[in-house]
């Protein structure tokens, strides 16, 4: 199977000063999908401008044609499935049915605190996306929902017509604990994974990919328990989170020498960051364009 690369495009520009161009540069360049973090705020970022993730995607999808879009990732640390099962829809419709849901648990980051609540635990946290995802697939594939939970309600939720993809649009499910993996495996299109963090600061490239490569075993485990082909699901490595960092954009061959070692995991898709200067996403802007449009090519 051929290997598909997309991009995340961080909400962090205004519209009409280069967030649409490069959208829509993304567009031109072939990439599969344009991903976008669904944040309040997010780490270096936190003191300058960034937008939210449903109105950026609303317009990149009005400023492109076949550029599949999405979420990396959505998560319950400041959304409700029924709000968001609305504007999803609403933004599948608007794209022509080119929406992908990327949701996770969440984190510990500013997003946690900034309704006012205390941070969940790991536990709490994974409570919640344990109820959130099923509520959401309902929500999403069903004219009316009533539910009642530990965590979520919904009393008579409408969503008609429903999604412009039968019977709803995908979900890419980031997870690599066994609760997540399961939902994963039940629920997912696809499955999403960074690597291992533990790894990031003072790991290697090849302990990385060993770890990865456990990742993905766990999810076949989590896929024969439930009697599904784990083959049936897509598998995304949202990259810069491991030991690698930048370096696997530095060249065309470095980023195919990279790519091809995860492909061999059985990766289906791989996402890079749109260049941002001056950040931990800072790259040459002509070798990610190269990179764009020559290394599917040599991927397949």
């Not at 609403?90 to 992908?100: H, K, N, P």
Request: hydrophobic content about 40%.
């Amino acid at each position: 199977m051929s290997l598909r690369l997309s991009t995340v495009i961080l909400p962090y520009l205004r519209w009409h000063e280069g967030g649409r161009s490069a959208w829509t540069r993304a567009e031109q360049l072939g990439f599969h999908t344009g991903y976008t973090y669904d944040h309040l705020s997010w780490r270096t970022f936190r003191d300058g401008p960034w937008f939210g993730a449903i109105p950026t995607l609303t317009a990149a999808a009005t400023a492109t044609e076949r550029l599949r879009l999405g979420t990396l990732v959505t998560s319950p640390n400041f959304r409700h499935p029924v709000n968001l099962a609305k504007e999803l829809i609403s933004l599948d419709d608007i794209s022509g049915g080119r929406i992908t849901l990327g949701i996770g648990a969440g984190g510990t980051g500013f997003d946690a605190t900034a309704l006012g609540q205390d941070p969940w635990t790991p536990r709490e946290r994974a409570d919640r996306f344990a109820e959130f995802v099923p509520l959401l697939d309902r929500l999403l594939t069903e004219d009316s929902v009533s539910y009642e939970g530990d965590f979520y309600s919904a009393h008579e939720a409408r969503n008609i017509p429903g999604c412009v993809q039968r019977p709803r649009l995908p979900f890419a499910v980031a997870a690599t604990g066994p609760r997540g993996l399961k939902l994963a495996a039940r629920h997912g299109q696809a499955w999403v994974t960074t690597g291992d963090p533990k790894l990031f600061e003072n790991g290697t490239p090849e302990q990385s990919v060993g770890a990865i490569c456990g990742q993905v075993e766990k999810l076949t485990d989590a896929c024969v328990a439930l009697g599904r082909d784990v083959h049936t699901m897509d598998k995304v490595l949202l990259t810069g989170f491991t030991p690698d960092r930048g370096r696997p954009l530095e060249s065309l061959d470095a980023f195919v020498d990279f790519a091809g070692r995860h492909q061999e995991l059985g990766f289906t898709e791989i996402v890079i960051h749109w260049p941002i200067p001056d950040s931990d996403f800072a790259a040459d802007q002509k070798v990610f364009e190269q990179i764009a449009m020559e290394a599917p090519a040599q991927l397949r």
